[in-house]
């Protein structure tokens, strides 16, 4: 069984940063895809971006940029370094696993709240 646990999230002024962080129990960190989702009030959750086991990135044009996703396998941990914020960036922010297989594993997710 994978359990994510996110932290780093809270209240920052327009134009800060905030650095999540998400750390995974169980064995499939390593090989596995990982991702930040983030769900705004009264919107769909959208895709963030995303790290692959290769290192690969992928980001949502909205935070090109601005926000860097990185990966430390050895602690199991990812993180998302956001900078530059703006109100818009303002979600519950989610952390996903993805090993494959339908090993696809989700976090309780981090509020993120910009001010104007």
């Known amino acids: 069984q994978v359990q994510l646990v996110e932290s780093g999230g809270g209240l920052v002024q327009a134009g800060g940063s905030l650095r999540l962080s998400c750390a995974a129990s169980?064995?499939?960190?390593?090989?596995?895809?990982m991702g930040w989702y983030r769900q705004a009030r009264g919107k769909q959750r959208e895709l963030v971006t995303i790290?692959?086991?290769?290192?690969?990135?992928n980001y949502a044009d909205s935070v090109k940029g601005r926000f860097t996703i990185s990966r430390d396998n050895a602690k199991s941990t990812v993180y998302l370094q956001m900078n530059s914020l703006k109100p818009e960036d303002t979600a519950v922010y989610y952390c996903?696993?993805?090993?494959?297989?339908?090993?696809?594993?989700w976090g309780q997710g981090t509020q993120v709240t910009v001010s104007s």
């Open positions: 169980g064995s499939f960190f390593s090989p596995a895809t």
């Open positions: 790290i692959t086991s290769g290192r690969s990135t």
């Open positions: 996903n696993l993805n090993a494959g297989f339908n090993r696809d594993y």
